[in-house]
């Protein structure tokens, strides 16, 4: 299917906030792994509408690697739009998200926008965190905030779809470069102003962002 | 530069390759595995899967599909046997099927089962079923004989494959139940075996009991300065590549050999911070994260750790660095490879571009090639492919296609022969693989969630574990292909990987700040908010005493302080969320909030910032970290209270009468909502049984003077108190002419015991 854009997104928090429960729920509620020994199990790209535009979302998500510190510029390079998660019941995972936070904002492009996300609003009686604290710490970032819950699939939809308008919103802006696909966008192939040239290797030192 | 570099990521091109290889891989699959799923049968409470399989058919052997006699069958090429599978299954069932398994010869079902069982259960209950089948042989329609000859079969497998699951000390309850068993049935051999797993166990813990000890005292040696003086490695630089790959090589190895696959089940890993249990510890997979974040970390530190080294040394140890990781990659150590590509990509390191700049150009595009690796594109296509490829083949093909770039190939080359001939380990050129474990545990994970545990009334769901299987005996044959290194270790090498002066990465920001001439590191959006508290974060255990190291100056102090006063929050790192040390540093978390007196200390030190109170803290191997949440948290009173956040809909709260302490589930209602459908979802969502007569129940808002009762019609979404909370509750109607007055006490006192919690949250 056809897109005009495809935005990039990259996923990151603590262990066992919900991070891929958040993704299954919102790329495919009867979902089915796609298996295949050698390729491995992969779910992460959907086709929403905003404004008209039909924009694909590919997501990338590590879930089981957090404590690896391999989730370095490779991950976070190329992404226009990160979900940052915490579990609203477990406070340690709010704690650490100063951290995710300044490790997202070295490693990707200046331009990312990032959406955090309490999750598991649907064990309101274990909340540890409460939605004001989510909000202030937000605020104080300049981040979109979003209570959600990946089991009753509550807010899924607008958390994923929030953060697309707001890059959406920055590439009316002139924000974003768009031609420029370190940000984690790419144009359809139908609206391509050019044919895509053959890839060539950049400089190892030199990145989207982030960079002195 | 970063521009052309990410076009690689989308570049349709490569779209198209990547779908056409997987699309072909698919059709290959279906040719020659060929199940076709037939039905679903139900029996004796399990669900299985028949399958239907076309095999290729084979005269000399007699068929065991019903009615095909070998006179029918002259002439035939292919036949289809049925195949059935146990698709899900209570307990009981899945462990009966062991011994029938084994009659069938189906060894997969038998594998499968003792690498996942751990999800579902533990090895007591498999043991005490299999064991009462014993006694009383009734499973399906196996004879006595069978029964008792294959359930000690199986008992006796598992006591050889998985050995790890009875390691219990101190009292080894499973080895204990066992042997009592034996006795009793007069099974000698069977009671000898468990005797000497038992008698094995305890020696081995007391053996690790003294090493321990030993390894106590040596850390007090440490102390003594100068111990590392004459250490070869501590001059990295003009260590050989490859010395440095197979000592790194040695430790993953035998780390990776030790993992125990049911940890790394996405049922025992992702929720390895919620469960105590100790059998639900998941330490072999942990030790290899450590192990991988230890060497990220140790690159990082020497590149970075002596300011005032030149550019051009620098340069020197990052291009050791990536040879160092192009010969762990020709050795398939691809978990060192990829440590090594990430400290060097860590933010503090790669940002030196005046350094990058003195690296050879033929280091810089192996590194790239490295680094393209292990790249998360397209689902780590990339490394799995070479994974699958070279896994357990013997030697690596490094002069492949894509070091088609003369520099790097010479290079290659030349690391090649470096290793093979500047050695005299003729004998470690054959290979084995370690992996990087993290894309199996991802892949694991995303099978875990995306799979229910249970089927209907709570079966297990074994067509879960299968799938987790194939994840697992990919892992398996790796680690049979891990043995396949023979690499002697040198004493001197773990002297310095164990003793080096490791600095956090916070460390290495602040020192890396410096070395690039004091700009501002993050983007401009960005206010760094708490390098202050980073420096306070994490102090690694073994830290020998030092001087020179990381001492920050004045100047950096004051920037750092002032980018400071901008943050927020002090965030404690624990060891699952962005661990960065080692996990033998215990680290105490405390909530800002439960422990002033502390905080207050934690403050003092960051305003002064004094350096000699870090050390004294590192000396003491503490680690401290705190929440500090005060600024982040609106006061109490400019709160307004919004229970109500969104107009088109409202998500209210809905308990159950007599449930007792503060269950209550959360139900969004939209405009449209009317009574008797709220009741319907939250009977649902409490789980009151089916036949239950929703008319005799009725809602309320619980407020603070009282009950107000949703009329049985009415729309909730404009009948209910929006000035209150939404917190309701489901009751049964009273019986006519029963009293209210009872219910406006309790309602009083659910209300309290709300404004408690929340309080105390």
């Not at chain 2, 762990?328 to 400290?343: L, V």
């Not at chain 2, 003369?406 to 001939?421: D, G, W, Y």
């Not at chain 2, 690499?487 to 002297?495: A, G, H, M, P, R």
Request: glycine share 6%; proline share 4%.
């Amino acid at each position: 299917m056809s897109y005009a854009y495809l935005f990039k997104y990259i996923i990151i928090g603590d262990t066992g906030v919900g991070k891929s429960c958040l993704l299954l729920q919102f790329t495919d509620k009867r979902f089915q792994p796609v298996h295949d020994l050698t390729i491995g199990v992969e779910f992460g790209a959907r086709m929403i509408n905003i404004d008209g535009k039909q924009i694909k979302l590919q997501i990338w998500d590590t879930a089981g690697q957090e404590s690896f510190r391999s989730i370095t510029r490779s991950y976070y390079r190329g992404a226009a739009g990160a979900l940052l998660v915490y579990d609203i019941t477990r406070r340690d995972t709010f704690n650490h998200l100063t951290t995710w936070l300044e490790d997202a904002r070295q490693h990707s492009s200046s331009n990312m926008v990032i959406m955090l996300i309490g999750n598991k609003s649907d064990l309101e009686a274990r909340r540890d965190v409460k939605k004001e604290e989510g909000e202030a710490f937000a605020r104080e970032h300049g981040l979109i905030f979003m209570e959600t819950s990946a089991k009753t699939a509550a807010n899924v939809e607008e958390a994923f779809i929030n953060t697309a308008k707001e890059i959406y919103q920055k590439i009316q802006e002139g924000v974003f470069d768009i031609n420029n696909e370190a940000n984690g966008i790419k144009l359809g192939p139908q609206h391509s102003p050019t044919n895509p040239t053959l890839p060539s290797q950049g400089g190892g030192q030199q990145g989207g962002g982030g960079c002195c | 530069m970063g521009q052309t570099q990410s076009k690689e990521d989308f570049s349709p091109e490569l779209y198209l390759r990547m779908n056409s290889t997987r699309a072909f891989r698919a059709s290959w699959l279906r040719k020659e595995g060929a199940m076709k799923h037939w039905k679903e049968e139900k029996e004796n409470g399990a669900i299985y899967n028949v399958y239907l399989k076309k095999v290729r058919y084979r005269h000399s052997v007699p068929s065991i599909v019903e009615g095909a006699t070998p006179e029918q069958n002259s002439g035939l090429e292919w036949e289809t046997v049925k195949v059935k599978t146990i698709k899900a299954a209570p307990l009981e069932k899945l462990a009966e099927h062991l011994p029938v398994a084994l009659q069938e010869m189906d060894s997969s079902y038998i594998n499968i089962f003792f690498c996942t069982y751990q999800t579902f259960t533990n090895q007591m209950e498999v043991l005490k079923i299999l064991l009462d089948r014993y006694k009383n042989h009734k499973i399906g329609n196996l004879s006595k004989e069978n029964t008792q000859k294959n359930i000690r079969s199986v008992i006796l497998m598992w006591l050889d494959e998985n050995l790890d699951d009875f390691r219990e000390p101190p009292n080894y309850p499973c080895l204990s139940l066992l042997q009592d068993f034996a006795r009793e049935v007069f099974d000698l051999e069977l009671g000898e075996r468990a005797r000497r797993r038992m008698d094995f166990f305890k020696e081995e813990a007391k053996e690790n009991e003294m090493s321990n000890q030993l390894a106590f005292q040596a850390s007090m040696c440490d102390e003594v300065d100068g111990v590392m003086m004459d250490n070869m490695f501590m001059d990295i630089k003009n260590v050989k590549s490859g010395l440095l790959a197979q000592q790194l090589t040695y430790m993953d190895a035998d780390l990776f050999r030790k993992v125990n696959l049911q940890h790394c089940l996405g049922g025992m890993w992702s929720r390895r911070s919620k469960k105590i249990d100790s059998y639900h510890d998941v330490a072999s997979v942990k030790a290899t994260v450590t192990q991988f974040n230890d060497v990220s970390n140790r690159v990082m530190t020497t590149v970075i750790e002596d300011k005032t080294m030149k550019p051009h040394d620098r340069a020197a140890i990052i291009k050791k660095w990536i040879e160092v990781a192009q010969v762990c990659r020709e050795m398939k150590n691809f978990s060192s490879a990829k440590a090594i590509i990430s400290g060097l990509q860590t933010h503090p390191v790669y940002r030196l571009k005046k350094v990058w700049n003195a690296v050879p150009r033929a280091h810089v595009l192996l590194f790239e090639d490295l680094a393209s690796i292990f790249m998360d594109d397209n689902n780590f296509e990339m490394s799995r492919e070479l994974l699958m490829k070279e896994g357990t083949a013997k030697f690596a093909c490094v002069d492949s296609p894509r070091i088609s770039r003369k520099p790097i190939l010479n290079l290659v080359r030349r690391l090649s022969h470096e290793k093979a001939t500047g050695h005299r380990r003729e004998q470690a050129r054959m290979h084995g693989t370690v992996p990087y474990l993290g894309t199996f545990l991802t892949d694991l994970i995303k099978i875990d969630v995306a799979n229910p545990d249970t089927i209907g009334d709570g079966l297990i769901n074994f067509e879960k574990k299968r799938k987790e299987f194939e994840v697992i005996a990919q892992i398996k044959l790796l680690q049979n292909a891990a043995k396949n290194y023979c690499i002697n270790q040198l004493s001197e090498f773990v002297d310095w990987f164990t003793n080096m002066n490791v600095m956090t990465y916070a460390e290495c920001c602040d020192v890396s700040d410096e070395i690039a001439g004091s700009t501002p590191s993050s983007s401009p959006m960005f206010s760094t908010p708490d390098r202050k508290g980073s420096a306070f974060r994490r102090f690694f255990s073994y830290t020998a005493e030092d001087t020179t190291k990381s001492h920050r100056s004045s100047s950096s102090l004051s920037s750092t302080s002032s980018t400071g006063s901008a943050g927020s929050a002090d965030t404690p790192l624990l060891e699952d969320g962005m661990s960065f040390s080692s996990e033998n540093s215990p680290a105490t978390s405390m909530n800002g909030g439960e422990n002033p007196r502390l905080r207050r200390v934690e403050m003092r030190k960051t305003t002064s910032g004094v350096k000699e109170k870090e050390k004294l803290v590192r000396k003491i191997s503490a680690s401290y970290s705190m929440t500090d949440l005060t600024q982040l948290i609106v006061p109490e009173k400019h709160k307004t209270p919004e229970p109500f956040p969104s107009s088109s809909c409202r998500i209210i709260r809905v308990s159950l009468e007599g449930s007792e302490g503060n269950v209550y589930k959360s139900i969004v209602i939209t405009q449209q909502e009317h009574t008797p459908s709220v009741i319907r979802t939250a009977a649902d969502k409490h789980n009151l049984p089916p036949e239950e007569n929703l008319s005799e129940f009725m809602l309320v808002q619980n407020l603070p003077m009282g009950e107000l009762h949703i009329p049985d019609n009415a729309n909730v979404y404009y009948a209910m108190n929006t000035n209150a909370e939404p917190d309701f509750m489901l009751k049964r109607k009273p019986p006519p002419g029963a009293v209210i007055k009872r219910n406006i006490t309790k309602s009083r006192r659910t209300r309290k015991s709300w404004i408690r919690d929340s309080h105390d949250s």
